[in-house]
């Protein structure tokens, strides 16, 4: 007798984002200084690095979001709920990217 049985799995998933970059403003008498910034922040890519043991252990880069209509509107909640949760670490890494320039 067959029975269902389950476990959970951690993957390490790669996260592409995008953003406007906002450099500093110095202010003036009416208006405040403002610091560099990213606004519009949005997830762009998923992928999954997995290995194919039966194929002498390559790797290869799965694409989580091949197929799936990126105009659904709980598709884009999705992307946006990944935004924000990673959006410190995205925030950091693009203004340290587009200070390189």
């Known amino acids: 007798m067959a029975r269902e ?44 690095e997995i290995q194919h043991p039966f194929e002498g252990g390559v790797y290869r880069s799965v694409n989580l979001l091949q197929g799936v209509d990126l105009r659904n509107p709980e598709v884009r909640k ?7 949760a990673v959006s410190d670490e995205a925030t950091e890494t693009l203004l340290e990217e587009a200070r390189e320039f």
């Open 5 to 48: 049985i389950s476990t959970i799995l951690s993957l390490e998933i790669e996260i592409g984002v995008t953003g406007s970059y906002q450099p500093s403003y110095a202010g003036d008498r009416t208006d405040p200084p403002e610091p560099d910034g990213i606004e519009d922040l949005e997830c762009e890519s998923l992928s999954v």
């Open 78 to 84: 999705l992307l946006d709920n990944i935004a924000n």
